[in-house]
Every structure is written in C-alpha cells, then in structure tokens.
C-alpha cells in the first residue's frame, strides 16, 4: 500500500508517497531503541517526491525539529488513529 500525502510547509506544497515499509521502518527504528530524529529525517526523506527532494532537504537542513513534526503528521495521516474497546 501507497499513500501520496501533500503538506504545505512554509508555503510550499510537498507530496510524500508513504508505504507501509516505509512506516513500519520508523516505528521499528524507534522501538529497538533507536533515535526518533534520525528515524524521522529517514522517514521523510524516503517518502519525499522525488523531484522535491533537493528544495526539502534544504528546508529541513534549516528547520531544526521539522522531521520529526512532519512525521508525526505523515503518520497520523496515513494511519489514523482507530477507536478500539477491549470487550469485557
């Protein structure tokens, strides 16, 4: 499964196409202990457009902490999260 997720960051429209191994990488990054900055910055780079990479590496090269606010939105946008009940 693909996802294209377009964000507008500082006025600019970038489109991310997000997988699932994509996703599970970042989750499985951070659960073996792993940095949740590098895992983010992987994240978003491997999702990028790309013919956008170039100008948004630039912007997050600039804008410290920007990997891991734009996958955090990445995130919640390709898997939203799910009303679950355990039944008791």
Sequence with gaps: MK????LTIAGTDFSFNVTVADH?????TVSRGGSMTAGSHNFVMRS????????FKKLIDESPGAAVNI???LKTEFS?????????
């Excluded at 939203?80 to 008791?88: G, T």
Aim: proline share 7%; aromatic share 4%; net charge negative.
């Design 24 to 28: 599970n990488d970042l989750f499985d």
């Design 71 to 73: 996958a955090t939105i």
């Design 3 to 6: 996802k294209t997720i377009v």
């Design 80 to 88: 939203p999260v799910l009303d679950i009940a355990v039944k008791k």
């Design 48 to 55: 990028i457009d790309p013919s956008q990479k170039e100008e």
